[in-house]
């Protein structure tokens, strides 16, 4: 079960998986079904890696769908129900400069996950509720997630899937579109509505060589007054090409074409052509890295046109038995002409670590820096570069109490220094948390 911070805007799309073999007698878990869910929603590196690495052996064998159970058990043992309660607590909600704004965050949840595997079909449902509560405004805000999944994973050269998601999301904040931009409307709730779908498939050329088409469509209806020219539309088409040098290295290259409508402002509707190449190494099973480029071109309704450069690395490293550790690094750069040129650039590294100090209790560490660099202008005026830097640091602590229920608690620190008006601030959160499944 996931906590819905206010800057979260990023919603996933996808949440199928071209699934391993099932061994006989055992069923979904719910904390392998929230891992199955969790892995959906992650920024992960586009690889060839499937979307979802479903664990072998999680669903029941298809000969016990026809034993002759009874439909109560055959429902029970593929639903999994949870709840939970998150409180936070904050020093700068709106993360300003001067009078910062304390606020006390209550957030009780609950999920329903529905998983059937029948032969090579996995289909099924989840839907999530947060309901939260922010003390000082005496003001309640809400999310519903539901999604309907399937894949079809034969034992042929092909394999496909698609999804079906709906988020409705009512708050009294909101982030901006800039990193760091949290906003406050006092008259109103922030309601946004997003419709997402995505089929995906999957072709074995031969046994080194596979390709992945992908066809995406989202629809975002902000039904904020004060927000409607937010309302977009997205459709994108990408295809990727997966080519396995050896056992240890993968190289995969792709292109991907984006549609972007911004309803009320077809001067901001964009089209964007991109190309990617990257790899995949796996040492062994205790180490593996990844690392990705990406270079499109886009154009604007208004004349406008950018052209972007990416990079990034991921390293995954089991130091230990109880100790496991990633360390990543982003670079992404776009370059926007008009009547004259501004280049806005934001890199950094990142590094996390998990720890289990005991059979029941572990401890989770991040830390994270991130720079934002903008030089130039659009309009052939001069102008002040622009510059920021965020620092961030967490920490967590999960205990698991019995079976289904764990307890977490942590800190998340947020640091940021400018050289414009209004950047140079500060957050602290306190972060406590209780999950049970049913």
Not at 10 to 27: D, M, N, S, V, Y
Not at 34 to 45: K, V, W
Not at 55 to 67: A, C, H, Y
Not at 194 to 201: E, N, Y
Request: charged letters at 25%; hydrophobic letters at 35%; proline letters at 3%.
């Amino acid at each position: 079960m996931t906590h819905r911070g206010a800057g979260l805007l990023w919603i996933a799309a996808c949440l199928f998986a071209l699934h391993p073999a099932r061994a006989e007698g055992q069923t979904l878990s719910y904390a392998e079904a929230q891992t199955l869910l969790e892995n959906a929603r992650g920024g992960t590196l586009e690889t060839p890696e499937r979307l979802i690495q479903v664990p072998s052996g999680l669903f029941s064998s298809e000969e016990s769908v026809s034993e002759g159970i009874s439909w109560v058990d055959y429902i029970r043992e593929r639903l999994h129900v949870a709840f939970g309660y998150d409180l936070q607590v904050t020093d700068n909600l709106l993360l300003e400069e001067e009078d910062p704004f304390h606020e006390l965050i209550s957030t009780p949840e609950a999920e329903i996950l529905f998983a059937d595997p029948r032969g090579d079909l996995l289909y099924g449902a989840q839907y999530e509720n947060n309901s939260t509560y922010y003390h000082r405004l005496a003001t309640w805000g809400f999310s519903h997630d539901a999604k309907l999944f399937f894949d079809v994973t034969p034992k042929a050269r092909y394999q496909y899937g698609a999804t079906y998601r709906i988020d409705i999301t009512e708050s009294p904040t909101i982030a901006g579109e800039d990193f760091d931009d949290v906003r406050r409307n006092a008259n109103e709730l922030f309601r946004v509505v997003q419709h997402a779908g995505v089929v995906k498939f999957k072709y074995d050329l031969n046994p080194t060589n596979s390709l992945r088409p992908e066809l995406s469509y989202v629809n975002r209806d902000d039904q904020t007054n004060v927000d409607a020219g937010q309302d977009r539309r997205t459709f994108a088409a990408r295809v990727d090409w997966d080519h396995d040098l050896t056992p240890l290295w993968t190289i995969f290259g792709g292109y991907e074409y984006e549609d972007l409508n911004i309803l009320h402002d077809k001067t901001k509707d964009t089209q964007t052509h991109s190309g990617r190449v990257g790899f995949k190494y796996k040492a062994s099973e205790l180490s593996k890295a990844d690392f990705l480029m990406k270079i499109g071109q886009g154009s604007f309704g208004s004349g406008q046109s950018t052209d972007e450069l990416e990079f990034a690395f991921n390293w995954d490293r089991q130091l230990s038995e109880r100790t496991k550790m990633t360390v990543s690094y982003q670079d992404n750069k776009t370059a926007s002409f008009l009547a004259g040129r501004e280049t806005f650039r934001s890199y950094g590294p990142g590094i996390e670590m998990k720890h289990q100090l005991t059979p029941l209790i572990s401890v989770n560490p991040k830390l994270s820096w991130r720079r934002h660099l903008t030089e130039g202008s659009t309009t052939g005026a001069s102008a002040a570069d622009v510059e920021r830097e965020f620092y961030r640091a967490k920490v967590e602590f999960e205990w698991k109490l019995a079976d289904g229920t764990k307890m977490t608690a942590g800190y998340d620190f947020l640091r940021s220094f400018g050289n414009t008006a209004g950047t140079d601030y500060e957050e602290n959160r306190i972060l406590f948390g209780f999950e049970r499944e049913l």
